[in-house]
């Protein structure tokens, strides 16, 4: 069973930037297609980005150009760079691993389909 422990949430102004991290543990790493969601109070969890074995990289349009998703497969760490963060950005972020692909993820997911989940860490932009 993996195991995700995010790290790096915080209270930021619009236009400064934050780092997340999340340790991934418990089974083969480059087996899982990894993402960061983010979940706003009333709304269901969305993609903010994912990553998959190769390095293939999706992003929210939201977020595109403003985000970078990456992961440390020497250290086991899936990391999300967040630059001119907006208070629209505020949110629970969680990292998410699914195995089910053998490391690829599928483009149609949604976040019920994810099979393993972090505890989350409080994004708040203001």
């Known amino acids: 069973h993996v195991q995700l422990v995010e790290s790096g949430g915080g209270s930021v102004q619009a236009g400064e930037s934050l780092e997340l991290s999340c340790e991934v543990s418990?089974?083969?790493?480059?087996?899982?297609?990894l993402g960061w969601f983010r979940q706003t109070p009333g709304l269901e969890r969305k993609e903010v980005a994912s990553?998959?074995?190769?390095?293939?990289?999706s992003y929210a349009p939201s977020v595109k150009g403003r985000f970078t998703i990456s992961r440390d497969n020497a250290r086991n760490i899936l990391f999300l760079r967040m630059d001119s963060l907006k208070p629209e950005d505020t949110g629970i972020y969680y990292c998410?691993?699914?195995?089910?692909?053998?490391?690829?993820?599928?483009?149609?997911?949604?976040?019920?389909?994810?099979?393993?989940w972090g505890q989350g860490t409080q994004v708040t932009v203001s």
């Open positions: 990553i998959d074995r190769d390095d293939t990289i």
């Open positions: 418990g089974y083969d790493y480059k087996r899982f297609c």
């Open positions: 998410a691993a699914d195995g089910e692909g053998d490391g690829y993820c599928f483009e149609d997911y949604l976040a019920p389909d994810w099979s393993s």
